[in-house]
């Protein structure tokens, strides 16, 4: 059994270094379509040339190879209290959510979008370097009554959520040149620990961070799968 569980484990390092290797560059209601979860249709069409063959063949073996290795299933619709909203084809994905009776709470999340080397833990000697993946954000806390919002910019790490930043946002009527605040990492330790209590409390966290790792994933081998099919489909016509 132990035998098992270092296999997963081993696969879920392989996955990571390869999303690593893509999204490692600093510059870098939920519908998908069920031909994501099933074996790719090959066309009986023939080709137009042998380069076209050739080209058809590598797409339908990643394809394949993509289906099958790690596939992608139906993602989460909903996270605690608030709603995932994800459009195929884009690169990041909004929940929304309120907390009591007067605030609203959107969050914008990109995909993977960098990344860290950390030092390598365990004896798994095949491993070149351990990654930690990268996702970027943004978080409107508004009380819908035309004051000022309070926008926060995050970092999600696999196990933790930083605050990177904070703003006092006036949404209708923006200065030309506003001051937007301090450096979230700058204030002070007691004024950082209650924001983060402040940011806990509506299930902004932690958990977050980690059920977005989770989805993004996921959507990441979505998004991959469904380009290659879209490049077939090109090369087929």
């Not at 994905?93 to 030092?119: H, N, Q, R, W, Y």
């Not at 696999?158 to 450096?183: C, N």
């Amino acid at each position: 059994m132990s035998g098992v569980f270092r296999s997963v484990h081993r696969q879920g390092k392989i996955l990571t270094r390869r999303l690593g290797r893509r999204h490692c560059s600093p510059s870098r209601s939920t519908v998908i379509s069920t031909s994501l979860f099933t074996k790719p249709f090959v066309s009986a069409a023939d080709p137009k040339s042998p380069f076209d063959a050739i080209t058809l063949r590598v797409l339908r073996n990643e394809i394949e190879y993509q289906s099958d290795y790690a596939p992608p299933h139906q993602p989460a619709t909903t996270f605690s209290s608030f709603t995932v909203e994800d459009r195929p084809g884009m690169q990041w994905i909004t929940l929304k959510g309120k907390f009591g009776d007067t605030e609203d709470i959107k969050i914008e999340a990109t995909m993977f979008d960098g990344c860290e080397s950390v030092p390598k833990l365990g004896d798994d000697s095949d491993d070149e370097e351990d990654l930690r993946l990268h996702i970027s954000v943004l978080v409107d806390i508004s009380k819908g009554d035309g004051s000022e919002d309070l926008e926060f910019v995050c970092s999600a790490w696999p196990d933790s959520l930083e605050v990177q930043k904070l703003y006092v946002v006036k949404r209708d009527r923006m200065l030309a040149r506003p001051y937007m605040g301090p450096d979230f990492r700058k204030l002070s330790g007691g004024i950082q620990m209650k924001f983060r209590e402040f940011l806990a409390e509506r299930r902004i966290d932690k958990e977050l961070a980690v059920f977005l790792h989770e989805y993004m994933m996921n959507k990441d081998r979505c998004e991959l799968i469904r380009w290659l099919g879209t490049v077939k489909s090109f090369v087929e016509r």
